[in-house]
Structures are given as structure tokens and as C-alpha cells.
Antibody, heavy 118, light 107 residues
């Protein structure tokens, strides 16, 4: 069974940092591109970033460029999101999802909650 | 950035109703269009990919159509478990963008 499990969400002050993780199991993690999507409370889904299967290609949304860094460790089937200079508007549930070519997001994690507040 | 405009943003419907949700892209995205269902407190679940391909395990009352800039999600015979929010997504170009969602609630 394919499983994605996010962790690392917490309450953090504005300007602070946080590192999210997404652990994959039940599939060949290194064969899939991985994506982070977030959702502010009561709001819509927002695509954040994608990293290719090998990690050689990375794309960010403008809203996080220069502040967030996506990375992966294929040997441990884990995806990361390093979030720096956090703002109140970064508050939300962060999901990871997998994709294979143009076959996007058939499996998602359960999400991890990030709250940026003083 | 490709804008995805969903309509309606919310609707009330009854069990058994036929429901149609539309998603319009600000430019041609071919069939790089996916539909998701999301229930409160849960992760989205994929319903339709490639504009019209039904995800395995999804009931056949769900169907998708369209190409280019206009797409439709239809639910034929709404069931109680279908009351949820539905999102479209385009992956023709980066940044990948979602529609604004359509909340389907009980009339």
C-alpha cells in the first residue's frame, strides 16, 4: 500500500524556521517526482514546490521562492521542505503528493499543520 | 501563470441530483487537467486525471470532459458521501495552479 506521511509541523514565530518531512513507503520513492501543496485554514489549495525524481530539477511558487527549499533523500525515501523567514500567511496544512510523468497526485499524505504566530 | 476559474463556487443539491462543475483555464492546457474531491479535515483525493480518465476505485457516477480551456466534472446521481469540495488543477505549465473550489452541500 502506498503511504505518504508528513511530519514536522509546529507553532513557530514570524521570522522563524521549520523543516517538514514526508516519508514514503509502498512504492519506489526514487522513481517519482514529489510535490508540496498547502492549504490555509478554510482556504483553497496552493501548489508550493516540486522536485524531480533525481532531485536535479526544482520549481517553486513565487510566494515561497527564496524562503523555502525542497530536497529529498532517496536512500531513505524522504522528502523535505525547509521553511525560513516564515510569515503569518504561511500558516496552513502542508501536504506532500507524488507524481509520475503526467500522472499527478494519485496519493497524498494526511498533512501536517504549520502555524506562524507570535 | 495560468488562472483556473471554477464555477459555481458553492452549490446546494439533493441526493440523486445531477451536478455539473465547470473549470475554465486562462489559456489552452490541452487535457492537463485533474479533478480532486476534498472532505473537511482530509487530504484531497484524485477523481479524474487527463481531463476524462476515471481514477481507479472512483464510482462511475463521476465523469470528466473537456480540453483546451473548458472542462466539466459531472456527478450523476449525487450520493450522501459526495457532499464535499471539488477542485480542478492544471499541470500544463508551472506554476501548477488549482481552481478556487466548488463546495457541494446538502439542500
Amino acid at each position: 500500500e502506498v503511504q505518504l506521511l508528513e511530519s514536522g509541523g509546529a507553532l513557530v514565530q514570524p521570522g522563524g524556521s521549520l523543516r517538514l518531512s514526508c516519508s514514503g513507503s509502498g512504492f519506489t520513492f526514487s522513481a517519482y517526482a514529489m510535490t508540496w501543496v498547502r492549504q490555509a485554514p478554510g482556504k483553497d489549495l496552493e501548489w508550493i514546490s516540486v522536485i524531480s525524481d533525481s532531485g536535479s530539477r526544482i520549481v517553486y511558487a513565487d510566494s515561497v521562492t527564496g524562503r523555502f527549499t525542497i530536497s529529498r533523500d532517496n536512500s531513505n525515501s524522504t522528502l523535505f521542505l525547509q521553511m525560513d523567514s516564515l510569515r503569518a500567511e504561511d500558516t496552513g496544512t502542508y501536504y506532500c503528493a507524488r507524481s509520475y510523468g503526467n500522472d499527478l497526485y494519485d496519493n497524498w499524505g494526511q498533512g501536517t499543520l504549520v502555524t506562524v504566530s507570535s | 501563470e495560468i488562472q483556473m476559474t471554477q464555477s459555481p463556487s458553492a452549490m446546494s443539491a439533493s441526493v440523486g441530483d445531477r451536478v455539473t462543475i465547470t473549470c475554465r483555464a486562462s489559456q489552452d492546457i490541452s487535457t492537463y487537467l485533474t479533478w480532486f474531491q476534498q472532505k473537511p479535515g482530509k487530504a484531497p483525493e484524485r477523481l479524474i486525471y487527463g481531463a476524462s480518465n476515471l481514477q481507479g476505485g472512483v464510482p462511475s457516477r463521476f465523469s470528466g470532459s473537456g480540453s483546451g480551456t473548458e472542462f466539466t466534472l459531472r456527478i450523476s446521481g449525487l450520493r450522501p458521501e459526495d457532499f464535499a469540495t471539488y477542485y480542478c488543477l492544471q499541470h500544463s505549465n508551472y506554476p501548477i495552479t488549482f481552481g478556487g473550489g466548488t463546495k457541494v452541500d446538502i439542500k
